[in-house]
């Protein structure tokens, strides 16, 4: 599986963006999928993650409210609506995809993800 991120830009505090994740090699409708980001000099961190049926929806603390994770199955791509952006939400944004959602959400299973994708930087002037 190849993860393409796209979406990302410069843009000014209090604007939205929306990322997409486009999948291709085969179909991740049986994968549980998330975002990521990482800031310069930073670890990088678990944003939002939404299961293979999009039933369910997770986010950090830092996402919830102003972020919006959904997915396509049919068009094999994961989305995340990001709003009212901040200086502090500038990183390279990930998307992943995992079999098992704990996976993606807890910090120390990480390195489990089986699929990464290359990033796609946000960057909020303010």
Excluded at 3 to 23: F, K, M, Y
Excluded at 89 to 107: E, F, K, M, W
Aim: proline fraction near 2%; charge should be positive; hydrophobic fraction near 35%.
């Amino acid at each position: 599986v190849q993860l393409q991120a796209s979406g990302g830009g410069l843009v000014q505090a209090g604007d939205s963006l929306r990322l997409s994740c486009a999948a291709s090699g085969r179909t991740v409708s049986s994968y549980n999928m998330g975002w990521f980001r990482q800031a310069p000099g930073k670890q990088r961190e678990f944003v939002a993650a939404i299961s293979w049926s999009g039933g369910s929806t997770y986010y950090a603390d830092s996402a919830k409210g102003r972020f919006t994770i959904s997915r396509d199955n049919a068009k094999n791509t994961v989305y995340l609506q990001v709003n009212s952006l901040k200086p502090e939400d500038t990183a390279v944004y990930y998307c992943a995809a995992a079999r098992t959602i704990a996976v993606i959400i807890q910090a120390n299973l990480h390195k489990r993800v089986d699929y990464w994708g290359q990033g796609t930087q946000v960057t909020v002037s303010s």
